[in-house]
T-cell receptor
Framework: EDQVTQSPEALRLQEGESSSLNCSYT??????LFWYRQDPGKGPEFLFT???AGEEKEKERLKATLTKKESFLHITAPKPEDSATYLC????????????FGPGTSLSVIP | GAVVSQHPSRVICKSGTSVKIECRSL??????MFWYRQFPKKSLMLMAT?????????EQGVEKDKFLINHASLTLSTLTVTSAHPEDSSFYIC?????????????FGDGTRLSIL
């Protein structure tokens, strides 16, 4: 059964303290691995798509990487506005649209 | 970019009432629309997938007669919670996908907070 897990469940960082969020996946024939950001009371906002092991994507203080079993979201020198829940999701080649979401990591960045 | 509008953002109603939630893709044609339910501090739980002009495909454990989904056009899908009860209170989120955006499989609305008294 396809599955996506994330760790840690929650993370508190001081402003400027870099860290990484982990996403482990078992998706048969992975077509894409996606990262979303979700603010309270809002829908998820798309961040990145990764397609193959070794691929990296960057956006401001965020960098996403992908291996054959995991993806990492690295946050460099975070700011309070980076506080949100970060969701990881995987899609298999057999399903273009349907994705499997992980439980998310709730990130709090303290000034 | 692709924008999905969901309405209403919040609804409070009495037990036994039916509630309709709309999901519109504003600047693209949605090949497929998805409806999710999200409990506090939990991830998204897929309820159903709908393609324009077809019957929705419901996930296991989701009552078809309780959660009616209509996808009448390529830009509009509706979710109707029939005879809602307090246990149906939740955050409902829709998303839409299009072959015009192959790198971003789903575009999300901002959700509807449903509270049944």
């Amino acid at each position: 059964e396809d599955q996506v897990t994330q760790s840690p469940e929650a993370l508190r960082l001081q402003e400027g303290e870099s860290s990484s969020l982990n996403c482990s996946y078992t998706v048969s024939g992975l077509r894409g691995l996606f990262w979303y950001r979700q603010d309270p009371g809002k829908g998820p906002e798309f961040l990145f798509t990764l397609y193959s092991a070794g691929e990296e994507k960057e956006k401001e203080r965020l960098k996403a990487t992908l291996t054959k079993k995991e993806s990492f979201l690295h946050i460099t020198a975070p700011k309070p506005e980076d506080s949100a829940t970060y969701l990881c999701a995987g899609a298999s080649k057999t399903s273009y649209d349907k994705v499997i979401f992980g439980p998310g990591t709730s990130l709090s960045v303290i000034p | 970019g692709a924008v999905v509008s969901q309405h209403p953002s919040r609804v409070i109603c009495k037990s036994g009432t039916s509630v309709k939630i709309e999901c519109r893709s504003l600047d693209f044609q949605a090949t497929t629309m998805f409806w999710y339910r999200q409990f506090p501090k939990k991830s998204l739980m897929l309820m159903a997938t709908s393609n324009e002009g077809s019957k929705a495909t419901y996930e296991q454990g989701v009552e078809k007669d309780k959660f009616l989904i209509n996808h009448a056009s390529l830009t509009l899908s509706t979710l109707t919670v029939t005879s809602a009860h307090p246990e149906d209170s939740s955050f409902y989120i829709c998303s839409a996908s299009s072959y015009e955006s192959p790198n971003q499989p789903q575009h999300f609305g901002d959700g509807t907070r449903l509270s049944i008294l």
